[in-house]
C-alpha cells in the first residue's frame, strides 16, 4: 500500500515537472520506467518513447509484474525502441504495436572511426559491464585464462562493478592471474 502511494505521489511530482519545465516528449530508459511514467504524461498530454534494454523485455519476474502496465504503455506510449531485431521482435509478441516498435542498435557508428591494427595492438582486453550473475564476470576471467596459456603478454581489465566483483577478484587469484587482470 506504501509503495501505490509512493509511486502516485511520485507521478504526480513528475506531472508537476513536466508542467513547469514546458516539456515537449519524453523518452524513457527501460520499459519499466515507461510504465511507472506513462500516467502522468498522458495526463498532461506529453508524448512518450520507451527505450527498452534487456531486463525489462526479458524478465520474468519484471513481465509478470509489469503485465499490465506493459499492455497500458504498449497501447498509448508513441513509441518503442529496442536494442535488437530479436527484442523489436519479442516486444511485439508482447503486444508492442509492430508500427510504433523501432530497431536502434547500441553500438559505433563506424564511418566516423578507423579501424584500428591488431597485429600492432599490444594484446589487452577490456571488458565493461556489472558484476552481476547475467553477465557471467567470472566466465570473462575463465575464458581470459585460456588467451593467456596461448598469450603470457595477454592483459584483462574489467570496469564495473556489483554483487559478484569480489568474488570474480578471488577467482583471479585463485588462478594466478594477478599480475594480468586488473578490476576496476
Not at 501505490?4 to 519545465?21: H, I, P, S, T, Y
Not at 576471467?141 to 595477454?154: G, H, Y
Request: charged content about 20%; aromatic content about 8%; glycine content about 6%.
Amino acid at each position: 500500500a506504501d509503495s501505490d502511494l509512493e509511486r502516485k505521489l511520485a507521478q504526480a511530482a513528475f506531472g508537476k515537472w513536466l508542467v513547469r519545465n514546458r516539456i515537449d516528449a519524453v523518452m524513457s530508459e527501460y520499459g519499466v520506467v515507461g510504465a511507472d511514467i506513462l500516467d502522468p504524461c498522458r495526463h498532461h498530454n506529453v508524448p512518450l518513447i520507451a527505450h527498452f534494454h534487456g531486463y525489462d523485455a526479458h524478465s520474468h519476474a519484471v513481465l509478470e509484474e509489469y503485465k499490465e502496465r506493459y499492455e497500458q504503455l504498449f497501447e498509448h506510449a508513441q513509441a518503442f525502441i529496442a536494442v535488437s531485431k530479436h527484442m523489436r521482435d519479442h516486444l511485439i509478441s508482447l503486444g508492442a504495436p509492430p508500427e510504433k516498435t523501432h530497431w536502434n542498435p547500441c553500438g559505433v557508428e563506424t564511418s566516423v572511426f578507423t579501424a584500428g591494427n591488431p597485429a600492432e595492438a599490444p594484446p589487452v582486453f577490456v571488458s565493461v559491464g556489472r558484476f552481476v550473475d547475467k553477465k557471467a564476470p567470472y566466465l570473462v576471467i575463465l575464458a581470459f585464462q585460456k588467451v593467456w596459456q596461448l598469450c603470457p603478454d595477454a592483459r584483462l581489465v574489467m570496469i564495473g562493478e556489483g554483487p559478484l566483483h569480489d568474488v570474480t577478484s578471488q577467482l583471479v587469484r585463485a588462478l594466478g592471474l594477478e599480475s594480468c587482470v586488473e578490476l576496476l
